[in-house]
């Protein structure tokens, strides 16, 4: 008797936390037609969830990105739209679960940041549009054969950074520069998809780029450092979830081995880069706004093609060019812009 | 409905390296980290596989025994060489994130467009009951190709426990149950214990990357980091089962493993469904399993009082 009591306490645990569960769910019952019934009213009211994978700055910034461009559109939360917000905080059986209750509520439209979530969504929800934010390559990802040719329920922005123009930031700054450097993350698909778009931005202006694998913060050390024994002229850091989050190791390592550091992060100009080339994570959220405010007006997603990031921050450091020795022509502040 | 079904689907899923983790972890008393490597490298020979044009079940297969060859290193490291379980499960993990890089060749493979074992049951749904079929169920409405997949997992899931329990009651199994209880005892029975912990060892492992592989599966993709964390999940799950049904006997103790692990998901996805602050997810599942540990023990004061 006692076995049957076991399993049958354990099954009645089961049913319990489901009954809670189907309970808090009652408002999906039959929500086909009350879905219809909706959309006869007269004033619209959006509902859009949010998912993010982990907690980075450039997800929060891309989030802000999109809260603005709705207020610009003076749409007001609560009003006119509701945006739910769900974080993985990276892991992979959370942001299933995640994907289950996103895909059991109905959604004007979902939008999310980061590849793998996009990936998990594109794959479990079906009755809403999607919206990408803040994915480095959406071929690569597997949404689509070109930026035209892509799955019909998803769109979005790439926020691919700007590889030819800190190369040519770079090529002007040093007109005879033969090899650059990065430490990349080989864990990281954005990661090795961006060495390989550098390397080739590089090498059509002329320039070899090596390439240091890291996995982990203490290898990322090891790697700057044994960069600058490889007779680079200059860093040039790819922007990935490991090397942007410790940043600071790297450029440490390129003061003391007095060779210039270039990025693709706004904050790395603070730290002591001489220039950037940033996609703005901001304009990123806003565009995605955009295209969200396209798709909810009744675009559908699959005749939208994907966008780059509309804005690129091109800044530059003095105070790290004179520790450097570095001169900053001025064909190139006139170029692009930029005040000393 | 739909959320109750996704999230049952997903914790058979993960019941498997439940089991997995039991097995290492309970059975033989080995705490085997090799878990986060091998859930990984599961999915990785699993996404490889079919990417390359492999039938599904083979690659599925073919991750099971590449998990099982994973855990036989931690097992032989541990056995051969005399390191600490801990470490030898750490130095295979570790370097299996290599080998798994290699493997995909990449970070990340999307499975999007190929054929994995649920696209084969959407396909089976879809000829059985049209496509876009829909079942009612109390008023829920639910796509059919969601049952199948569900029916699908628990049929592996009840063929897999079956087995394991099976296995755990023959001669070798019985030893191998044995060697985690008392290695200086059976040894004396003239069992060679290094083999038994090896062997089991491969099995949990095997497992674990069966797991992994189909949630690679059923997400649409393998990372390269999908492991990170689930050693913590599998083991909260097997903690959630043995506080739940209390009893030593080995059929209950993987009932115990599985119901743990749909349960853990189920509770998880209440949590997301009321729409918490996604910050405090963690906190929230944390106090989850401090629930589950110490309801059990309340339970039976609460009725000792009343006798």
Known sequence: MKVFSGIAKAFLALVMVSAILLVSDLNNRNSARERSDDEKGETRFYKICLVHYVDSPNSEECEEGVRAFFEDQGWEEDTDFSLQVYNSQGDMSTLNSI?????????????????????????????????????GDPIIAGFGDSFEQHLPNITGISTMSDFAGLVDMITIIHPNIKRIGTVFTPAEINS????????????????????????????????????????????????????????????????????????????????????????????AGYDAGRMAKDVLEGKSPGTIPFEYVTKTIYRVNNTAATFYKVELPKKLLSKYNLTK | MTLLIGSVTIGLILAMLALGIFISFRIFDFPD????????FGAAIAAAGIIA??????????????????????????????????LAGILVMTALYSVNLHVMGRSNLPLLSE??????????????????????????????????????????????????????????????????????????????????????????????????????????????????????????????GEALIAEKSLA????????????????????????????????????????????????????????
């Open chain 1, 99 to 135: 994907a289950g209750t996103v895909s059991s509520q109905r959604w004007d439209l979902v939008m999310a940041s980061s590849t793998p979530t996009n990936q998990v969504l594109v794959k479990k929800v079906t009755e809403s549009p999607i919206v990408f934010i803040n994915v």
């Open chain 1, 192 to 283: 090795v998809a961006y060495k390989e778009r550098l390397e080739e931005a590089a090498s059509d202006a002329g320039i070899e780029l090596i390439s240091i694998p890291a996995a982990s913060v203490t290898e990322v050390a090891d790697a700057a450092i044994s960069l600058s024994s490889r007779k680079i002229g200059a860093y040039c850091q790819i922007s990935d979830n490991l090397t942007a989050s410790c940043s600071a190791t790297i450029i440490k390592a390129s003061r003391d081995a007095r060779i210039p550091y270039y990025g693709f992060i706004t904050k790395q100009i603070d730290q002591g880069a001489v220039a950037v080339a940033a996609r703005d994570y901001h304009q």
């Open chain 2, 33 to 40: 980290i090799t878990a986060e490597g091998s859930f990984t």
């Open chain 2, 53 to 86: 044009g492999l039938n599904p079940l083979l690659a599925t297969l073919l991750a099971f025994i590449g998990g099982s060859l994973a855990g036989m290193i931690t097992g032989f490291l541990h056995t051969r060489f005399k390191i600490n379980p801990l």
């Open chain 2, 115 to 240: 054929t994995t074992l649920f696209t084969w049951f959407d396909q089976l749904s879809m000829s059985i009951s049209g496509e876009d079929a829909t079942s009612m169920i109390l008023g829920w409405e639910v796509p059919s190709k969601n049952l199948w997949t569900l029916l699908f997992c628990f049929l592996m899931i009840s063929v897999i426990s079956t087995v394991t329990w099976w296995f755990f009651r023959t001669r070798l199994g019985t030893a191998m149950r044995a060697t985690g209880d008392n290695q200086q005892m059976i040894r004396a029975l003239g069992v060679n214990t290094k083999l038994m912990i090896i062997a089991g060892i491969a099995l949990s492992n095997g497992l674990i990357a069966l797991s992994g592989a189909l949630l690679a599966q059923f997400q649409g993709f393998a990372d390269v980091q999908m492991g990170i964390g689930m050693l913590v999940w599998g083991l909260a799950s097997v903690i959630i």
């Open chain 2, 252 to 307: 209950l103790l993987i009932t115990g493993a599985v119901v743990g692990s749909v349960l853990f998901r189920l509770l998880v996805a209440i949590a997301l469904r009321w729409g918490m602050n996604p910050n405090d997810l963690k906190l929230i599942t944390a106090a989850f399993v401090f629930l589950a540990l110490i309801l059990p023990g309340f339970m039976k004061r609460i009725k000792k009082v009343k006798i």
